[in-house]
């Protein structure tokens, strides 16, 4: 049940776009994205509720697809900030959120 | 309006000690959940909790692991004979409502078994 993410590490230069992706193998209510840096705790970035919505912030936004069962997380025009590991989190109505095992981003500079 | 705080920050304990772990939630949330985080892994669910309830607590082992979150004061987990597998970062969050309303974390606890 446990959610798969894509790629598992991605190295970018500075103002590249990459994209994350998160994969279920069961019907999803929501979708929720996280960044952590070393040594912290994991910050909120957004979440996509049932029926296609698509969020934004700033730099980041993202799409979820239920039909597929899949979300995608958007970074564009990387900056050195966006470094660290990314995680989706994904459940049922009423469940409680499973995350994927993460995707490492390192910007360079 | 502060966040989820737990303490302690760090913690070592020797094989065999009792380790314990408070989260208090941030103001208005009444749910609490705790994962668990090894070295370069991501967090694995271990219990959830509603005040003095436990919804779910099907990540949790079995045995020596309890979780608790009173009607007063913070939630605890609880470690009991520690061994040098129990080393992680144990995380709390909490969320004003059921789980898919967002979770926001605290800083975690470092717990180091010697």
């Known amino acids: 049940q446990q959610p798969v993410q894509s790629p598992q590490a991605v190295i970018l230069r500075e103002g590249e776009d990459a994209v994350i992706n998160c994969s279920s193998s069961?019907?999803?209510?929501?979708v929720h994205w996280y960044r952590q840096k070393h040594g912290e705790a994991p910050v909120f970035l957004m979440i996509?509720?049932?029926?296609?919505e698509q969020k934004g912030h700033e730099k980041i936004s993202a799409s979820f697809n239920e039909k597929k069962q899949q979300s995608s997380l958007y970074l564009t025009a990387s900056q050195l900030s966006y470094s660290g590991t990314y995680f989706c989190?994904?459940?049922?109505?009423?469940?409680?959120?499973?995350f994927g095992k993460g995707t490492r981003l390192h910007i360079l500079p | 309006n502060a966040g989820v705080m737990q303490n302690p920050r760090h913690l070592v304990r020797r094989r065999g000690q009792e380790a314990r772990l408070r989260c208090s939630p941030m103001?208005?949330?009444?749910?609490v959940y705790w994962y668990r985080q090894l070295p370069e892994e991501g967090l694995k669910f271990m219990v959830y909790?509603?005040?003095?309830?436990?919804?779910?607590e099907s990540g949790m082992p079995k045995e020596r692991f309890s979780a608790e979150f009173p009607k007063e004061g913070p939630s605890i987990l609880r470690i009991q004979q520690v061994v040098r597998g129990d080393s992680a970062a144990y995380f709390c969050?909490?969320?004003?409502?059921?789980?898919?309303?967002?979770?926001?974390f605290g800083p975690g606890t470092r717990l180091l078994v010697l």
């Open positions: 996509l509720l049932k029926g296609g």
């Open positions: 069961k019907a999803l209510y929501s």
């Open positions: 909790l509603q005040k003095e309830n436990i919804i779910d």
């Open positions: 989190g994904t459940g049922g109505r009423d469940d409680k959120i499973i």
């Open positions: 969050a909490s969320s004003p409502g059921r789980p898919q309303e967002t979770q926001y």
């Open positions: 103001k208005g949330h009444s749910h």
